[in-house]
């Protein structure tokens, strides 16, 4: 009886200890948040061009295009890392809107990740670039000159800014 009861209580605890404790976040990995971020950019621009065409180009770009109007979608472009205070990844992206020759509109997301969702809790717009996270801080170079000036691309003229998310707000840092 003593034996049959030493064996119960190991078989217990070694069941115990092997159990998963949880459900695991698969949403967390690189892979996973980018399939989000570009399902994302795409329900974006299909909203915003209604019975807009789908085109993947062979460098992955993907253009939504409804007459002489276009939306791009650079997936190399998106960036992914930990923005809030919690530890799940969050991602930047980039969508340029091309009318005509003109010069493209360019709208920025900041997406943050809840409970393994990402969605967009702000918007920029404006002629910048996503350079990186580090830190919970965001990077973003602009130029300080306007977007049609000859000097836009100059590169004395392109400051970096730092964003973080703060209070449930991004806020620009010293």
Do not use: W
Request: charged residues 25%; neutral net charge; aromatic residues 6%.
């Amino acid at each position: 009886m003593r034996t049959y009861s030493v064996f119960c209580i190991l078989s217990f605890l070694l069941t115990a200890c092997t159990q998963n404790s949880g459900p695991r976040n698969t949403n967390n990995s690189d892979p996973e948040i980018r399939k989000q971020v570009i399902g994302i950019a795409e329900t974006y621009a299909k909203n915003k061009l209604k019975g807009a065409e789908k085109t993947v180009t062979n460098d992955g770009s993907i253009i939504f295009s409804s007459g002489d109007i276009k939306c791009v979608i650079d997936p190399s472009d998106i960036i992914i890392g930990e923005i809030d205070e919690d530890a799940l990844k969050d991602a930047l992206c980039s969508i340029s809107t091309f009318q005509g020759q003109g010069l493209p509109l360019k709208e920025h997301f900041i997406m943050l990740n809840k409970n393994g969702k990402l969605s967009i809790i702000k918007e920029l717009d404006g002629e910048m670039k996503f350079l990186s996270i580090s830190n919970r801080t965001i990077f973003i170079e602009t130029s300080k000159m306007a977007q049609d000036s000859p000097f836009a691309d100059c590169q004395l003229c392109k400051v970096i800014k730092k964003y973080k998310f703060i209070g449930g707000d991004t806020v620009v840092i010293k």
